[in-house]
C-alpha cells in the first residue's frame, strides 16, 4: 500500500472491502523483505539509466546531471529528506541518498560514489542558485586534480531570480520618489503583473538564443530597451526583425505604419530597474544557461516519492527509503517495475496484475505524448 501513498490502516481497509484475511499487524518482517525486494529493483533502473545516458552521450562516461534536494516538510527543519541526481540527457534517476545536512552531503556522497557504483563521471553539475553543495564537491576533489566539473544553472531558477529581484528592490523603494517624482510601485508602474511580464521575456530571451552569449544578452537588453523606448526615442535595435516579430514598432515599419509608445511601465521606473537588469545579463550567468535545461527532472521524481510518503506527518528512514525505491523504479521504468518486485519476492505475477500494469504505462506514456504535443 506504500507504493501508491498509504499505510497499514489502509491495507486493512482494502482487505476488510474485499472479503480478504486481514494483515499481519506486526510488519517488520514483510517490511525488511520488501524494502529489500524494491531496493534491488531500484538499483537495476539505475544502473540500466546510468546505461542509457552514456549512450546518449556518445559512450564517454563524463555525464551532466542535475542535482537536487527535497524535504519531507517545508523549509530547512524538516528532518526528512532526499537529494536526487537525474540525467542532464535522459532526465532519468541515477542516484539518491538521505543527509542530515541534506543537499551539501548529501550531494558529495552521491558524487563519491559515482565511478565505484557505475563507472562514470559527474562532470557538469546542473543546479539552482544555491552553490553550497556544488563548492563543497569542488573543494573535495572528488575525481581529483585533473578534472574539472562545471557549473551550470537551471534556466527555470535564473529566469525567476528577474521576479525575486524586482520584488526586492520594490520592497526597498517603499516610499521613496523617482526621477519623475512618483513612486516605484503603484497602479501603471511596477505592479506584481508587470514583474511577472517581465520575469517572462527575461526567460524567453534565454530560451531562443541557446546557440550565443551575445544573442542571449542582446535579447535580455532588447527587454530594457524596448520598455524605455518612446516616440522621440525609439530604442528598438536588440528588437528582433521580420514578420514574426514580437516587437510592434518593427511590425509597424514593415508595414509601412506609424507606432505611438504607449508606456505600461513610465520610462523613470524602467531606468530605476536597470542595474537589475545589468546583473542578470552578466555573461558569466548567461553562458551557464547555454545548455538550456532545468530541474524538471528533479521536481518530477520528487512529486512521485511524496506521493509515496506522507508529507502531514513524520516517517521512519525504513518508509522513506521504500517510498523512494519505489518511486524511482517506477519513475525510471514504469509501473511494470512492480511485478519486478514481486518477482524477487518470488511471487509470480499474476495475468490481470500484468495486464494492468502494462495498460497503466500505456496511459502515462499516451498522456505525456499529448502533452507534449500540447506544448508545440
Not at 520488501?34 to 564517454?60: H, R, S, W
Not at 542530515?100 to 553539475?125: H, N, P, W
Not at 517581465?198 to 538564443?209: D, H, V
Request: glycine share 8%.
Amino acid at each position: 500500500m506504500r507504493c501508491i501513498g498509504k499505510g497499514a490502516e489502509a491495507a486493512r481497509m482494502f482487505c476488510g472491502i474485499m472479503n480478504l484475511p486481514p494483515p499481519p499487524t506486526k510488519f517488520s518482517k514483510y517490511n525488511k523483505m520488501l524494502l529489500g525486494a524494491t531496493k534491488d529493483v531500484c538499483d537495476a533502473t539505475m544502473k540500466d539509466a546510468v546505461k542509457e545516458d552514456v549512450q546518449e552521450n556518445q559512450n564517454i562516461r563524463d555525464i551532466p546531471v542535475a542535482v537536487d534536494g527535497t524535504w519531507q516538510k517545508r523549509g530547512y527543519s524538516s528532518m526528512n529528506g532526499v537529494v536526487t541526481v537525474t540525467s542532464v540527457d535522459t532526465g532519468k534517476k541515477n542516484f539518491n541518498g538521505y543527509s542530515g545536512r541534506m543537499e551539501v552531503d548529501g550531494a558529495l556522497s552521491i558524487f563519491q560514489c559515482s565511478v565505484q557504483r557505475y563507472d562514470v563521471r559527474y562532470t557538469k553539475y546542473l543546479g539552482d542558485g544555491d552553490s553550497k553543495a556544488f563548492d563543497n564537491i569542488v573543494k573535495n576533489e572528488v575525481y581529483g586534480d585533473n578534472c574539472t566539473i562545471t557549473k551550470l544553472e537551471c534556466i527555470g531558477h535564473v529566469m525567476k531570480r528577474m521576479g525575486s529581484r524586482l520584488r526586492r528592490f520594490k520592497a526597498k523603494m517603499r516610499g521613496q520618489k523617482l526621477s519623475d517624482g512618483k513612486a516605484l510601485c503603484g497602479k501603471n508602474r511596477l505592479t506584481e503583473a508587470s514583474i511577472d511580464q517581465l520575469q517572462t521575456y527575461y526567460g524567453l530571451a534565454i530560451r531562443r538564443n541557446l546557440s550565443s552569449v551575445k544573442d542571449m544578452r542582446q535579447g535580455v537588453w532588447a527587454i530594457f530597451l524596448h520598455k524605455i523606448s518612446t516616440d522621440e526615442n525609439p530604442q528598438h535595435g536588440f528588437c528582433p526583425s521580420g514578420p514574426d516579430t514580437w516587437c510592434r514598432y518593427k511590425k509597424a515599419q514593415l508595414e509601412n505604419k506609424v507606432y505611438h509608445h504607449k508606456h505600461k511601465i513610465p520610462v523613470a521606473v524602467v531606468e530605476a530597474i536597470r542595474p537589475i537588469f545589468r546583473d542578470l545579463s552578466d555573461p558569466e550567468l548567461l553562458k551557464k544557461c547555454l545548455h538550456g535545461n532545468t530541474q524538471n527532472s528533479n521536481e518530477s521524481i520528487n512529486n512521485v516519492i511524496w506521493s509515496r510518503v506522507p508529507k502531514k506527518t513524520f516517517v521512519h528512514l525504513e518508509t522513506l527509503s521504500f517510498g523512494t525505491y519505489d518511486a524511482i523504479a517506477s519513475f525510471n521504468k514504469g509501473n511494470t517495475t512492480k511485478l519486478d518486485i514481486l518477482k524477487k519476492l518470488n511471487i509470480e505475477p499474476g495475468y490481470y496484475a500484468t495486464c494492468c500494469m502494462e495498460r497503466l504505462d500505456k496511459e502515462r506514456i499516451t498522456r505525456a505524448r499529448y502533452a507534449n504535443l500540447q506544448k508545440n
